[in-house]
């Protein structure tokens, strides 16, 4: 039972235009929210976070949104660079708990 | 500098053998974690633990026991039971209701 689903195994974007990666969950009880980045052979480095109290955060060029109802939240990164090649991870997990669900991962890759 | 560090990098194992994997952390973190990758299935949970000398299986723990015996340390042991081995393992610690931190993971292969 997938409990978090990311549906697109990749995308890809030219550089300088927005991009947008999806994330689906099934339990209500996800409260916490985060996206992760990773590059090969190297382990996932966080990238931002959302509280459920909040449906946006922002961070320089990334900003995370939340849509309770929908179970959906997304990352979007503007602009984008080719640095930002990478998969994209995100995970869950339920206040007052260590444990984190993840996803299965999106390549983005960004053309130059 | 804070940390996770994993070793080694790359691990070779006989089938039938036990091999164990190292994780130590000097973020004083309270919650450490091992994860399984392969490829198009993201991060699978195997153990973790959120305090010393307790620990809670994952959603594969089957082949694998863990350790938790100093606050540093989560070494993972793969055991002859585990059938299929080969994969990317990722260490992880963090505290309540922050973003994880990771080391960099071994890739274990079999001979």
């Known amino acids: 039972d997938q409990q978090v689903k990311q549906n697109s195994p990749s995308l890809s974007v030219q550089e300088g235009r927005i991009s947008i990666l999806n994330c689906d969950y099934t339990?209500?009880?996800?409260?916490?929210f985060l996206w992760y980045k990773k590059y090969p052979a190297e382990g996932p480095t966080f990238l931002i976070s959302?509280?459920?109290?909040?449906d946006k955060n922002e961070d320089g060029r990334f900003t995370v949104f939340l849509n309770k109802s929908a179970k959906h939240l997304s990352l979007h990164i503007v602009p984008s660079q080719p640095g930002d090649s990478a998969v994209y991870f995100c995970?869950?997990?339920?206040?007052?708990?260590?444990?984190?669900?993840f996803g299965t991962g999106t390549r983005l890759k960004v053309l130059a | 500098d804070g940390g996770i560090t994993q070793s080694p990098k790359y691990l070779f194992r006989k089938e039938g053998q036990n091999v164990t994997l190292s994780c130590e952390q000097n973020?004083?973190?309270?919650?450490m974690y091992w994860y399984r990758q392969d490829p198009g299935q993201g991060l699978r949970l195997i153990y973790y633990?959120?305090?010393?000398?307790?620990?809670q299986k994952g959603d594969i723990a089957e082949g694998y026991s863990v350790s938790r015996e100093k606050k540093e340390s989560f070494p993972l042991t793969v055991t002859s039971a585990q059938k299929n081995p080969t994969a990317f393992y990722l260490c992880?610690?963090?505290?309540?209701?922050?973003?994880?931190?990771f080391g960099d993971g071994t890739r274990l292969s079999i001979l």
């Open positions: 973020l004083n973190h309270d919650a």
């Open positions: 959302i509280s459920s109290i909040k």
């Open positions: 995970a869950a997990s339920v206040g007052g708990t260590y444990k984190y669900i």
């Open positions: 339990n209500s009880m996800f409260d916490y």
């Open positions: 992880a610690s963090s505290i309540l209701r922050q973003p994880q931190h």
């Open positions: 633990s959120q305090i010393v000398n307790d620990f």
